[in-house]
């Protein structure tokens, strides 16, 4: 039905229906990036969680080369308008809008940003959906959103300090309880150095039927 590959951090690659979605394309400088930004295939859409470096990172210059859409919470994308991606689409938490045959849900991330609010993003082509949480704090609304959008493979981050560490990250796993969940934003430098295998065994605790998969950056998972 799909594919998720992790290209490290908080970067992602999923293809659903033929369609080849990047989410938080952070590869320049990224110490886990396991391709350069030349070796990156071009995506047909972007989706861009919030504007902190390790997020937004190369979207402008990616869109601007292979004139993907970029979708972002509405100041974000007007931002990126500005700066010279052309095809750009603003929306708002709760919201959802259809691209290239996708529907892509926007929901709540607690953290921060200097343009708009964090958001999520849950994508789904009516057989599949994966949920990119961004970076956030635990919160309970999301429950709400997978009642009306179960998810298939979450993408959670575990690195503690700016999101959620092992524990809190399994807690909420709970609160939705996804087919399967992979860990993200931990790792990359010394501040979120956190081990997966704690998350793996917390969230047989409180979704044991969810299935954790741990990537190695450049690795993907087929659903």
């Known amino acids: 039905m799909g594919r998720v590959k992790w290209l490290g951090h908080a970067t992602f690659e999923v293809e659903l ?6 989410i938080d394309p952070w590869i320049r400088g990224n110490p886990k990036a396991p391709c350069s930004l030349e070796e990156l295939p071009a995506p047909d859409i ?4 919030h504007d902190h470096s390790d997020h937004i990172g190369d979207c402008i210059e990616i869109a601007k080369r292979h004139g993907s ?3 972002a919470i509405y100041e974000l994308s007007n931002f990126v308008k500005e700066r010279g991606a052309t095809k750009v689409i603003g929306m708002n938490v709760g919201g959802s809008v259809e691209v290239e045959g996708l529907k892509i849900v926007m929901t709540p991330a607690y953290h921060s940003s200097e343009h708009g609010q964090p958001a999520g993003f849950i994508v789904m082509n009516g057989k599949a959906s994966v949920y990119h949480a961004g970076d956030t704090a635990l919160f ?3 429950r709400y959103f997978a009642e009306l959008y179960p998810i298939t493979v979450a993408l959670i981050p575990i690195g503690g300090l700016f999101t959620m560490d092992p524990p809190q990250a399994a807690r909420f796993v709970g609160l939705f309880k ?9 790792g990359t430098f ?6 997966p295998n704690e998350f793996k065994e917390a969230v047989k605790r409180h979704s044991p ?3 954790v998969v741990i990537l190695e ?7």
């Open 17 to 22: 229906s033929g369609r080849r979605v990047l």
């Open 46 to 49: 972007i989706l861009v969680t």
């Open 69 to 71: 859409t970029v979708v």
């Open 140 to 142: 309970s609304d999301i």
């Open 178 to 186: 996804p087919k399967v969940s992979i860990p993200m934003h931990y």
């Open 190 to 195: 010394p501040l979120i150095d956190k081990d």
């Open 209 to 211: 039927d969810t299935e």
């Open 217 to 223: 950056p450049g690795e993907s998972y087929e659903f």
